[in-house]
């Protein structure tokens, strides 16, 4: 309905992770269609090969695996969420949502832990003047932040990653202990898929989707979908006339 697209995309499995950086400034520089064709969800084929091997090799050792994945949001305005609280914080918000998936460890929106070693002026993303059919327009050559600056969208593409521990059921038991002897024992053993980081993938996709949705309804609000979209034309309308955003073609 606002034409935001959401897409998702493993970057690790086990370790073996895809050679090339997209341009995070340009979702269309990651080939979509490989991702979705990819058994590993993955657009790198040398990459993905190298995942199935490391697949093959955890699943003759008794072993499991977990890895990356990451999330894009695209041709979303700037403004959605909020600054106040906790609760309108955008990044926190999908940070919660993504890490309640179960297995999943850690989430760091844009380049995320990566810029903790570095200095401000290599972190956060300049705001340049660019002609734009014909008129002055603002853009950003770099989009480090991810797309979420003071809890709120910036109007780049939001880009969030996320860990996936190794599954814990395991054909290989490890150590544990009987809680009715506190004996060793061994954990039960059960069959065990080696990876889920490719279906983890498409339920984070699911899990921006549903929180970029709930922002976008909390800041237009409407009972109906002419009253959102009334409220979201003219929130546009005016950041267009401004050269601060211009809405997908």
């Not at 490890?174 to 954990?187: E, G, K, M, N, R």
């Amino acid at each position: 309905m606002l034409g935001v697209t959401v897409r998702g995309r493993v970057v690790a499995i086990g370790g073996v992770g895809v050679s090339t950086a997209p341009d995070h400034t340009r979702p269309d520089s990651v080939d979509w269609a490989a991702v979705e064709s990819s058994l590993c969800g993955c657009d790198d084929a040398s990459a993905e090969e190298r995942m199935r091997v490391a697949v093959d090799e955890a699943r003759a050792a008794g072993e499991s695996l977990g890895g990356i994945f990451e999330v894009w949001a695209w041709d979303l305005c700037p403004g959605v969420g909020g600054y106040a609280s906790s609760q309108d914080r955008l990044d926190g918000r999908l940070m919660g949502a993504l890490g309640s998936i179960p297995a999943i460890k850690g989430v760091e929106v844009g380049d995320g832990f990566s810029t903790a070693g570095s200095v401000g002026s290599l972190v956060h993303d300049p705001i340049v003047p660019m002609m734009d059919a014909g008129r002055t327009t603002v853009s950003r050559p770099t989009n480090r932040a991810g797309g979420l600056e003071g809890g709120m969208t910036n109007g780049m593409p939001v880009i969030v990653r996320v860990a996936m521990k190794p599954i814990p059921t395991l054909v290989k038991p490890l150590p544990s202990v009987d809680l009715a002897t506190l004996q060793a024992v061994s954990a039960h053993r059960e069959r065990s898929d080696v990876e889920a980081v490719a279906a983890a993938r498409v339920v984070g996709e699911a899990m921006v989707a549903w929180e970029l949705a709930r922002a976008v309804l909390e800041k237009f609000g409407g009972d109906s979908r002419e009253q959102l979209m009334t409220s979201y034309d003219g929130y546009v309308d005016g950041l267009e006339r401004r050269g601060l955003w211009r809405r997908p073609s």
